[in-house]
């Protein structure tokens, strides 16, 4: 049972340039999430799914596209990278999202954008 | 959601117990109180929660005032690996969507 898992570990991007975050879990779980942390805060929520073929927006949506074709797999995109996008990601996924749901965090995507 | 008060930084010895605050005097009935945590350079894990009653696990415990305007987790035994970030965040339980927003957390260091 991996959990969650991400890919890459790392990245370098130039400004303008495009990439795709894959998030995976293997839990069943109907919801995920794509967080991102910038040095000395907290985890700021960017988007998020409560089941296949949905997404919404969360606080820091702005700059980000994701898909949920399937249930174990969360897609983050970046259209054109900037450097105020260069922060570590964090993929969540939880059985619901209810205040009594726990939910369980990948080990991030550190991306750097020049 | 309403909000968490958390210090800064807080040091403690290893095998010694650790009791870290949590202020949320604006806390709703409804609200669970969840505790995260984070290790350098991993994503956070789920500690505990709880709602009205003292939590246990293996983890941790979880005491709550009577009034539920502050918590307080308690690591028994601190060790060097329970060194990280803890966060306390409120999550509200009316609706299928409850965020779960992080603040700056508290970060816990560990003397050996």
């Known amino acids: 049972n991996a959990g969650v898992t991400q890919t890459p570990k790392f990245r370098v991007l130039k400004t303008g340039q495009s990439m795709t975050l894959l998030c995976a879990q293997d839990?069943?779980?109907?919801?995920m999430y794509w967080y991102r942390q910038d040095p000395g805060m907290g985890l700021r929520l960017i988007h998020y799914?409560?089941?296949?073929?949905?997404?919404a927006k969360g606080e820091v949506p702005d700059g980000y596209n994701v898909s949920r074709l399937k249930k174990q797999n969360f897609l983050l995109g970046l259209e054109s990278a900037a450097p105020s996008q260069t922060s570590v990601y964090f993929c969540?996924?939880?059985?619901?999202?209810?205040?009594?749901?726990?939910?369980?965090f990948g080990p991030g995507t550190r991306l750097t954008v020049l | 959601d309403a909000k968490t008060t958390q210090p800064n930084s807080m040091e403690s010895n290893e095998e010694e117990p650790v009791h870290l605050p949590c202020n949320h005097s604006?806390?709703?009935?409804?609200?669970?109180i969840h505790w995260y945590r984070q290790l350098p350079s991993q994503g956070p894990e789920y500690v505990i929660h709880g709602l009205t009653s003292n939590v246990n696990n293996r983890m941790a415990s979880l005491a709550i005032a009577e009034d539920r305007k502050s918590s307080t987790l308690i690591l028994h035994r601190a060790t060097l690996r329970d060194a990280a970030v803890y966060y306390c965040?409120?999550?509200?339980?009316?609706?299928?969507?409850?965020?779960?927003?992080f603040g700056k957390g508290i970060t816990l260091s560990v003397r050996p």
């Open positions: 799914s409560v089941g296949e073929g949905t997404t």
């Open positions: 604006t806390i709703s009935g409804t609200d669970y």
């Open positions: 965040i409120l999550r509200a339980n009316t609706g299928a969507n409850s965020k779960l927003t």
């Open positions: 839990m069943n779980h109907e919801y």
């Open positions: 969540a996924s939880s059985y619901g999202g209810q205040g009594l749901d726990t939910q369980y």
